[in-house]
Structures are given as C-alpha cells and as structure tokens.
C-alpha cells in the first residue's frame, strides 16, 4: 500500500522486526524458541554486541529507507539484507536451526515482499524466491527438533529413558531385565516407537492399561499377548497413539538412531543397570515382522550392550 510515496506496508513491518529484535536483546521472545540453535546464536556476538542489535539496526534502516524520499532506495537496500539473511540461514541448515532468526529472517522476507510489488523488478522476484525456499528448509528443521517424545511411562526427568518397540525381542528381553529390579522402575522412562501396523495396537493397549493404573509390568504383559483384531479400528484413539509414537520415532531420527532398544541414562543408573542381562540383538527401526530380521539383525546403532556391559 502507497500512501504519499510511502510504503506504509513497509513501515509497519520494519517497526514489528525492530521491537522483536529490540525484545530478544532483553530476553523477552525466548519463550516461544524450543531449539537449540536459540541458546547457540544467542551467545554469538560480534564487537561485543548481540546479532540482535544488528537486526534492530537493519530494521531501522529499512523503516528510515520506506519514509525517506518515497521509499527510493527500499528496495536495494531490502535485498542487500535479505542476501545477507540467506547466508545466515545457509549456516543455520548446516548447524542449528533458529525459531527466532526465523521470525526475524519472515520481517525481513516481508518487507522484500513489499519492496517486490512496489519496484516490479523480476531480480527481486528471484531473490525473494531462493530466500523463501531457505526458509521452508530451515521451518521444516526447527519443526522437527521442536518435536518433543511422549512417555508412556515415567516423565522426562527420569534419569533414564528407553526407546523401545513392543514387536522386539531384544527390547522385550531389556525391559524384562530391567523389570527384575524394583528400584529401576521409578527411574526409567518408557517412550515406545511404531514399526508397524501391530506395535500401533500394542502401544494404545500399553496406555489404556497404564491409564487404568495397572502395575507396570501387568500393562506390559498385556501389550504383548493380548490378542489383536484383524483390522485396527482407526479412531481418535488409535491416531493420538500413532502421533505420539511417531513423535518418539522423530526424537530418534534427529539423534541418527537406526537400531532399538535405544537407552540414555545418566551414570548413577548405569552402575545398576550394568548388572542386567544385554539384549543379544537389536531391532532395525523398520523390520517387517515381530521376529525374523529382529533376531537375525547385527547390533548396532545404539551402542547399548557396550554400555550395559561397561563397569
């Protein structure tokens, strides 16, 4: 929109990117960042000032550009930013993503839209365009780290957390060897994943038992013989358990984890759980059957036996 040669579209959104930068100088915006590469690039300062600052100065000069001379040099000066934005946001893809930088990186791409319609100069469309396409590859990461596993038993601040299958084997065999020590079970978390049709069913019998507030190791017994129907009814129920599992199938697949059961622990719980029997074989994440390949499959992935085994 053009008001007197102003763009007042331009003003509006150089003022938002200014306060937010100017807010997370002060800490103000961290409630909305769940990714690492907040904490990361927070640190990062440059002449002894946040990158923040920086941003807030660049806004500043898009708000002063859009007013003065009826918003001549926005445009230059809007895709000089947004070049400089697409470098950052290159580095975020190899290393951390950032909800913030993202917020700050949509202001930017804004008033470049903005600037885009006003000048109708093809150029503009085209950079417009690479940093769009960057900036999806950067929302899609910071999506999926935001993405925090559900525990189907115990809580996040147990010391201990076992990602595990209920088709398994080897998981089966580690749960029972964890099961044979009471004072375990208060300290471990279990997040159960899906490969397939049959551990969806298995998972929602293991929470609809666990919310009955039956014994753990009854719910368990449960989730592996109970008989299952042909078909799996696909309601509510059975999504929200196949969200949930695949949540913790996501929290595997950012850590590069292929193999299950897949435990972290702190050292305290180590120095119990090392007396238990090691599982003789992990899972693969996607093998087609409860058995077979889970059996027959090298360990590998988890590092698991070699830190049940360590003293």
């Not at 959104?13 to 997370?24: D, K, N, Q, Y």
């Not at 002449?47 to 920086?54: A, D």
């Not at 009955?212 to 009854?218: D, S």
């Not at 889970?294 to 590092?303: E, F, H, K, L, V």
Request: hydrophobic share 50%.
């Amino acid at each position: 929109m053009k008001t007197s040669g102003i763009s007042v579209g331009a003003v509006v959104l150089s003022v938002a990117g200014l306060a937010f930068c100017l807010l997370s100088v002060f800490k103000m915006t961290d409630a909305i960042c769940v990714t690492q590469g907040c904490s990361v690039y927070e640190g990062i300062s440059v002449g002894g000032l946040s990158l923040y600052w920086f941003g807030a100065a660049a806004f500043g000069m898009l708000l002063v550009c859009a007013v003065a001379r009826g918003g001549k040099y926005l445009a230059g000066v809007a895709a000089l930013f947004l070049i400089l934005d697409m470098g950052f946001m290159g580095i975020q893809i190899l290393l951390w993503p950032c909800i913030q930088c993202l917020v700050v990186a949509a202001f930017f791409g804004a008033v470049m839209a903005v600037a885009t319609v006003r000048s109708k100069k093809s150029w503009m469309r085209w950079i417009l365009t690479a940093w769009f396409l960057l900036w999806c590859v950067n929302g899609v990461a910071a999506a999926k780290e935001s993405i925090v596993p559900w525990a189907a038993y115990g809580t996040d601040a147990a010391p201990a957390h076992l990602f595990f299958s209920p088709t398994c084997p080897a998981c089966r065999e580690m749960i029972a060897g964890l099961l044979t020590k009471p004072d375990l079970q208060t300290q471990i978390a279990l997040y159960p994943v899906a490969k397939n049709a049959e551990d969806t069913q298995r998972i929602l019998i293991l929470e609809q038992e666990l919310a009955k507030g039956t014994p753990l190791k009854e719910a368990l017994n449960q989730c592996e013989q109970a008989p299952l129907t042909e078909k799996a009814p696909v309601d509510m129920a059975y999504l929200d358990t196949l969200w949930k599992a695949f949540r913790n199938m996501s929290v595997l697949s950012r850590s590069g984890v292929t193999h299950i059961p897949f435990l972290t622990a702190r050292s305290p719980f180590w120095s119990e759980a090392s007396r238990t029997t090691p599982p003789q074989a992990d899972c693969p994440m996607f093998s087609k059957d409860a058995s077979g390949l889970c059996q027959d499959a090298p360990a590998g992935g988890s590092g698991l036996k070699e830190l049940l085994n360590s003293k």
